[in-house]
């Protein structure tokens, strides 16, 4: 099986960003972390990184990814 390939896209500058092999809360949660300077992966949680999930995607500060 394929690892699952994550695109997260920032809506507010278009940037993207692509992650492998995790979920898509867990992928925009690390786009805004990164974003902000964060890199120790450990500390990613939804309660510190809240995540609002629609329909077909999930959202963390400007960080989106599509189901």
């Known amino acids: ?10 809506l507010r500058t278009g940037k993207e960003i692509t992650f492998i092999g995790i979920t898509p809360s ?8 990164q974003e902000h300077g964060n890199w120790n992966t450990w500390e990613y949680t939804q309660d510190k990184y809240p995540v609002e999930f629609g329909e077909k995607s ?4 400007d960080w989106c990814c599509l189901y």
Do not use: D, L
């Not at 867990?26 to 972390?33: K, W």
């Open 1 to 10: 099986m394929e690892p699952a390939i994550r695109k997260t896209m920032n």
């Open 26 to 33: 867990e992928a925009v949660i690390a786009a805004h972390a």
């Open 58 to 61: 999930c959202i963390c500060g």
